[in-house]
């Protein structure tokens, strides 16, 4: 049921209604989607510890070894791994280039050339020498940095690992297939939404999907009162997420043309052009008509087949 009125009456004969009507038995999920939604949420939830973490480290590594996250990405495996051999520059200047270079290529999990970890160790050995410390080499927030970049290491491998299950368990799917066409949408993105939206067969049009995921209108009034309409948000708030984002990521992307980011533009260069959020969550709405019709009559993405349906 979605809030339309607001008045106690109101609400109590709504509340009677569920002791006089017969409910519909609620959609069961096979086995397949219920995997899908506890991989998703795991994933979710090392998303979290992995932000968690390296705040953590970030706010040590101003203290150990300030200059290290201008000159190597963070969130780089091989950043990871020189935090763990060499968390403060007095001990990377207690070694020889040589031996830097090849302790680099050596823990590195990903392929490291020779050339590149010599450049690394000789742009790095130059940082130590001008670095200025806050604490010691001996310091136990040395060993606590170390500690947080192995474990940053561990959950990224978690997690691309899950999301190798996950692409194994649904490949051949027809909803995976269908969202796999869209330009933009990749392994983790589609096999994440599957996860959060389940069976998409079990919805009856895209209105009731609309509001599963929470950006259908919810008109607030009490007689002759009336405010603005707003999206619901009684939805599934971890899909809006995906879903947002997902649209952004479409809108940075170059390369394969694509009626939602196309019809994002149109909103935006209209003679009233609507914000940022407001156009992205018309572009969620028009996605999710869309792949409810692809999926439910399985058929793919085709940007030329769309752009009648965009004209429209």
Request: net charge positive.
């Amino acid at each position: 049921m979605r809030r339309h009125k607001t008045d106690i009456s109101d609400a109590h004969e709504l509340a009677k209604t569920h002791f006089k009507l017969e409910r519909e038995t609620t959609y069961v999920h096979n086995d397949y989607y219920e995997q899908m939604r506890a991989i998703t949420r795991y994933y979710d939830e090392i998303d979290e510890e992995l932000i968690l973490l390296r705040n953590r480290m970030h706010a040590i590594l101003h203290l150990t070894f300030p200059e290290l996250e201008r000159l190597i990405t963070p969130s780089s495996a091989l950043f990871l791994n020189f935090v763990q051999l060499y968390p403060h520059p007095a001990l990377l200047l207690a070694d020889s280039k040589t031996i830097i270079k090849n302790r680099l290529k050596n823990n590195t999990r990903k392929i490291l050339s020779l050339e590149r970890a010599e450049k690394k160790a000789t742009v790095l050995l130059e940082a130590a020498k001008n670095s200025y410390p806050a604490i010691e080499p001996t310091d136990i927030r040395c060993n606590q940095v170390r500690d947080y970049a192995r474990r940053i290491a561990d959950l990224m491998e978690k997690k691309d690992q899950l999301v190798k299950q996950m692409v194994m368990m649904s490949e051949g799917r027809k909803e995976y297939t269908v969202l796999r066409s869209f330009p933009g949408i990749g392994e983790t993105t589609a096999c994440r939404l599957i996860g959060e939206i389940g069976d998409i067969r079990r919805f009856k049009n895209a209105k009731q999907l609309n509001a599963y995921v929470g950006i259908d209108i919810m008109r607030y009034q009490s007689g002759n009162t009336q405010y603005s309409d707003r999206i619901n948000k009684r939805g599934n708030k971890k899909l809006r997420k995906i879903l947002f984002f997902m649209i952004c990521t479409m809108l940075m992307a170059k390369g394969k043309p694509n009626h939602l980011v196309d019809y994002y533009y149109k909103l935006k260069t209209q003679p009233q052009r609507k914000p940022h959020k407001v156009a992205i969550l018309a572009c969620i709405n028009k996605f999710l008509k869309v792949t409810f019709q692809l999926v439910t009559h399985g058929i793919l993405y085709d940007y030329e087949s769309a752009l009648p349906a965009q004209k429209s």
